[in-house]
């Protein structure tokens, strides 16, 4: 019997998002016997996260999934920034955009070796210091040696294990996401956008626009209530709705239609607390949320898995065991806690900065505007 077929695998990864199958992959291609538990074959759409950013995509490469993630990307090249309405600097970025079921899909595609996808919903855990039971839905039991919990926002298991969520700011953010396609034949005169209101009063940490397979995709953070009537008439005809804060933005894109739905998503932040048992390690945001706005959530998911799969687990399965003192040395791994908590501190800064009006704020944002026109000039110059 091949290891991929081994109904006892060392390792069960339950959710195969980007966190599960990263970890699948990455062990897969160690020869960890591995099952990765999703209830569907392929990803569903989502509106999740769209673009990694170049530190981003060297984690992706040190996790070795950087080529699958190429694939499935579109590079955005060149980024435009506008701060007060001003374009102030235009640079190359190594950013990838793309769809999240995408990503998803090319992660899982790298499962392989000693890794296989199982499609079926756990429904149930039972897990102690060396043994662990893992029930699906249609009645199978599957055992390992550690189950890798990953199933990202879902509520079900964790507090079905009886896990403890700590929301440290509910409602924190929103995220809406949309499609445009230009009337130009030569396409959109910008490869890339990121727009920063710098008032306040608009509520809107940025908008950023990057291009996926031939269409321009936004992603615009604020920070509003739900039911905010604004959001009515964002969803009806969203550059109309930000022409207030953004005036020149339609001019810059050249005619435009929308194309596709508006979809808006609110994010909390919260952390599960109490993660110390033994068999059940937590990864990505199953473990706790960044905000979409920071753009860090990669950075938890990626981080996770690499560390997890080349410092702590080939260590935890050359000894009998797994008891609650090796999953808490993942938890105290000094690079995993300052990825969580920079991510974190960033979540409340990016904030903090859309939406201060004291005068250290305003002068804070208008120097930054200075820096980049002078960093920009400069490029021009160069
Ligand atoms: C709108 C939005 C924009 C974002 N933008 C960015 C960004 O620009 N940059 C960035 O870095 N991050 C961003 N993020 C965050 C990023 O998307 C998340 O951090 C990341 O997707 C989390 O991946 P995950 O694998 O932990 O969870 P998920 O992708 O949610 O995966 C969870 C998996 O678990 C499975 N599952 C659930 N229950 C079960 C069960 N009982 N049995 C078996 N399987 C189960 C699900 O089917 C799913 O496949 C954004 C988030 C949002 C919401």
């Known amino acids: 019997m091949s290891p991929a077929q081994d109904p006892h695998p060392d390792v069960i990864v339950v959710g195969a998002g980007a966190a599960g199958a990263a970890v699948a992959a990455m062990l897969g291609h160690r020869g960890v016997p591995t099952v990765l538990v999703d209830p569907r074959a392929a990803a569903p759409p989502d509106f999740r996260c769209e673009k990694l950013e170049g530190h ?27 701060r007060y309405g001003r374009v102030v600097e235009r640079r190359a970025v190594p950013q990838l955009d793309f769809r999240y079921p995408d990503l998803v899909d090319a992660f899982r595609g790298e499962v392989g070796g000693s890794a296989r996808l199982e499609v079926g919903k ?89 291009p996926i397979a031939g269409r321009m995709r936004a992603n615009l953070f604020l920070y509003r209530a ?36 508006v979809r808006v ?15 059940l390690v937590v990864v990505g945001d199953a473990a706790g949320t960044s905000c979409p706005a920071a753009g860090t959530g990669l950075d938890n998911v990626l981080t996770d898995a ?25 938890y105290a791994d000094p690079v995993r806690r300052q990825c969580r908590e920079r991510c974190r501190t960033l979540a409340f800064a990016v904030r903090r900065r859309a939406l201060d009006q004291d005068l250290r704020a305003r002068a804070r944002r208008r120097l930054v505007f200075a820096g980049q026109l002078l960093r920009g000039g400069l490029r021009r110059g160069a």
């Open 265 to 279: 998503r609110q994010s909390d932040l919260f952390d599960l607390v109490d993660l110390d048992r033994s068999g």
């Open 306 to 330: 690499v560390r997890l799969c080349q410092e702590h687990l080939p260590r935890w399965l050359s000894t009998p065991g797994m008891g609650s003192e090796k999953i808490a040395s993942f």
């Open 56 to 82: 981003q995509v060297t984690l992706a490469d040190q996790a070795g999934l950087g080529p699958a993630l190429r694939r499935v990307s579109t590079p955005a090249g060149a980024l435009w920034i506008v």
């Open 122 to 210: 756990v429904v149930d855990l039972r897990t102690g210091p060396d043994r662990q039971e893992v029930e699906l839905e249609d009645g199978r039991t599957l055992r390992s040696r550690l189950v890798v919990l990953a199933t990202g926002l879902s509520r079900a298991l964790p507090d079905h294990l009886g896990l403890r969520r700590e929301v440290c700011s509910p409602g924190h953010s929103l995220c809406v996401g949309f499609d445009l396609e230009s009337e130009l034949p030569s396409g959109f005169p910008v490869p890339a956008l990121t727009w920063y209101p710098d008032r306040p009063d608009a509520r809107i940490a940025y908008l950023t626009l990057f």
């Open 226 to 261: 739900l039911q905010d009537p604004w959001l009515d008439a964002l969803r009806a005809d969203p550059l109309a709705a930000l022409r207030p804060a953004m005036p020149d933005l339609e001019r810059m894109l050249g005619p435009s239609r929308r194309v596709g739905a």
